[in-house]
């Protein structure tokens, strides 16, 4: 899986998010969801765990556990009880390897940051329902596809990074200027973080070779939009009385 076509699955992921948040809730759900858990797959592989399927299972029941609670409950601060069910678990999951676990601190510090990825994107769903809400989720979406597709034109990495903040700051003020509910300023905020994170997760998986395959090409696309979604909240909450 080459770059370019990484870059056209995180911006078509972004404007999915975008788009089903103006749907019936469910759709944005099933959206996020489906984000997490493949995010969830194709981690352990991407950054070369020795004892993937322990980890992937540890990921996956991350994932699931994020996006029920999230959505059940609608308060982000459970996730800080899944995060750490998921440090505890990444832990336990060595005392069933019988391999003489090597590379342990790699296994168990891949397992958290993977973990922390796709709960990340349970913050998505935390943003709530209100108009002012879906308006701070397109903004985000939208930047974050632009700053995406920025990695589409081939320039150099240091060009490329500040295209792509400079473009996803732009969309984002354009966003909010354009909708009632937000502020050029707010959108323009939104977009910087937006163009940071995009740009920042481009750069440090395009070194990593087995990007290049599906599954964890897949998840080093994805896992872009699945982490912005705590930081994408965050600034809601500080921003915004979103609710």
């Known amino acids: 899986m080459s770059g370019s076509f990484r870059a056209v699955v995180a911006a078509t992921a972004a404007t999915g998010v975008g788009v089903t948040t103006l749907t019936p809730r469910p759709l944005l759900t099933i959206t996020v969801a489906a ?6 797959l194709g981690w352990p592989a991407l ?10 299972v540890v990921l996956l029941a991350t994932a699931a556990s994020s996006v029920l609670v999230v959505e059940l409950l609608q308060d982000l601060a459970w996730l800080a009880v899944v995060a750490a069910g998921a440090v505890l678990a990444a832990f336990l999951a060595q005392l069933f390897r019988r391999d003489g676990r090597p590379r342990l601190l790699e296994e168990v510090a891949g397992t958290i940051t993977g973990a922390v990825i796709v709960a990340s994107a349970a913050g998505w769903l935390a943003i709530g329902p209100s108009p002012r809400s879906e308006a701070l989720v397109i903004t985000a979406a939208v930047a974050i596809a632009v700053a995406s597709v920025v990695a589409l034109v081939r320039l150099p990495a240091t060009w490329s990074t500040v295209a792509s903040v400079v473009l ?3 969309a984002g003020s354009g966003i ?3 909708a009632t509910t937000l502020s050029t300023l707010v959108g ?8 940071l994170l995009v740009a920042t997760v481009h750069r440090l998986f395009a ?5 290049g395959r599906l599954l964890p090409g897949l998840a080093a696309a994805l896992s872009v939009v699945s982490v912005s979604g705590v930081p994408v909240y965050i600034l809601g909450r500080v921003l915004l009385p979103i609710g």
Not at 35 to 40: E, F, H, K, L, R
């Open 207 to 211: 070194h990593y070779p087995v990007s």
């Open 176 to 178: 909010g200027f354009a």
């Open 168 to 170: 996803a700051c732009a």
């Open 188 to 195: 323009a905020l939104v977009g910087l973080a937006a163009g």
């Open 47 to 56: 950054v070369g765990l020795p004892a993937r399927a322990a980890a992937t």
């Open 35 to 40: 984000i997490a858990v493949i995010c969830a």
